[in-house]
């Protein structure tokens, strides 16, 4: 499956922005569509998962409360809206997709097969 990520960019603390993530190739509905991120200097972390098409989803502690993963079957992709934003959560964000992940490898980046490209987010104190 190819994805294709966007809707980073600059934010005040407190601000919110919405990423998408779309699949093609193959349908949301068939796999799973993680969120990760990575800032400078440190290693690539999980932020959030649509569990296979939406039955459930997954977040960071760092992030629950704050974003929301959701779908649409329609458009074949997954977003990521983050509100309230803090300057820690400035990093390089990345969809990941995998058809056959299971629970315990939900947080572990290598257990996706495919990832897009990665979209900056930067959030300013």
């Known amino acids: 499956v190819q994805l294709q990520a966007s809707g980073g960019g600059l934010v005040q603390a407190g601000g919110s922005l919405r990423l998408s993530c779309v699949a093609s190739?193959?349908?949301?509905?068939?796999?799973?569509i993680g969120w990760f991120r990575q800032a400078p200097g440190k290693e690539r972390e999980f932020v959030a998962a649509f569990w296979r098409g939406g039955v459930r989803t997954y977040y960071a502690d760092s992030v629950k409360g704050r974003f929301t993963i959701s779908g649409d079957n329609a458009k074949n992709t997954v977003y990521l809206l983050m509100n309230s934003l803090r300057p820690e959560d400035t990093a390089v964000y990345y969809c990941a997709a995998d058809s056959s992940l299971i629970l315990s490898s939900l947080r572990v980046p290598r257990s996706y097969d495919d990832w897009g490209q990665g979209t900056q987010v930067t959030v300013s104190s």
């Open positions: 190739g193959r349908t949301i509905s068939s796999q799973t």
